[in-house]
């Protein structure tokens, strides 16, 4: 099977052909091994980095920014939005603060991507 994909690690945006036989890959195209890297997990476990906003109590700001602490699978996106779409936290928070530890048992924490102070 054959594959043509525009890399997205860095601005140079290779664009790549990746040929898959027999669970063997063969790439060309890309300018550096992380294109090679990229392209393969995009077509065996493509994955994203996870962006949302969570609802907040305690503030005048109604939503926080939330960010996943690294790539989650993207069959997993609409069950993590689905979990955080119930979410209520407390003001105050920071940036980096750790939101939801381990979600969906992932592996991965959902961190706030700002600070809200506790309103007075």
């Known amino acids: 099977m054959k594959h043509e ?4 690690v860095c601005p140079r945006g290779c664009l790549i052909q990746l040929v898959e036989e027999d669970g063997k890959f063969t790439c060309s195209g890309n300018q550096c091994k ?10 065996t476990e ?12 305690g503030s005048k700001l109604k939503r926080c920014p939330v960010v ?18 119930t979410l209520i936290i407390q003001a105050p928070v920071n940036v980096n603060d750790v939101i939801v530890e381990n979600i969906l048992e992932t592996g991965i924490n959902i961190i706030a991507s700002r600070s809200i102070k506790k309103d007075a």
């Open 68 to 85: 996943s602490s690294s790539a989650i699978k993207k069959e997993d996106i609409f069950r993590i939005r689905d979990v955080l779409d």
């Open 5 to 8: 994909l525009t890399c997205i």
């Open 46 to 57: 493509p994955r994203r980095m996870f962006t949302t906003t969570v609802e907040i109590q």
């Open 34 to 43: 992380r294109g090679e890297v990229y392209a393969i997990q995009e077509v």
